[in-house]
């Protein structure tokens, strides 16, 4: 089955720090477009970071400077580190993948994405 299951979430007060995991089974990750997304209470799912097809990562405005997106290959893990965390972070955290066969630019703007972790909850307190 091809699944991908997060984990690392957890509370944590502001300026702190938490990696979330991406385990990915089924499949090799490295052969789709992989993301990170968040959704809020009463707001729209986000996408906040990605990697493309040519290897390169793209981040929100939001978190640029504070997290990255990075991978294990040999774990077939995708991780997110998250530093200087906010109130504004909070958010249920999801892993994404989709074919390459697709332009991963697009899938990341768009947020098509063939198939969706179950989230991890990330709750900042100020």
């Known amino acids: 089955q091809v699944q991908l299951q997060e984990s690392g979430g957890g509370s944590v007060q502001s300026g702190g720090s938490l990696r979330l995991s991406c385990a990915a089974s089924?499949?090799?990750?490295?052969?789709?477009?992989m993301g990170w997304f968040r959704q809020a209470p009463g707001k729209a799912r986000e996408a906040v970071a990605g990697t493309v097809s040519d290897g390169a990562t793209v981040y929100a405005d939001s978190v640029k400077g504070r997290f990255t997106i990075s991978q294990d290959n040999a774990k077939n893990t995708l991780y997110l580190q998250m530093n200087s965390l906010q109130p504004e972070d909070t958010a249920m955290y999801y892993c994404?993948?989709?074919?390459?066969?697709?332009?991963?630019?697009?899938?990341?703007?768009?947020?098509?994405?063939?198939?969706w972790g179950q989230g991890t909850q990330v709750t900042v307190s100020s």
């Open positions: 994404a993948a989709g074919t390459k066969l697709g332009s991963c630019s697009y899938r990341y703007a768009t947020l098509s994405y063939d198939y």
């Open positions: 089924g499949f090799t990750y490295t052969s789709y477009c």
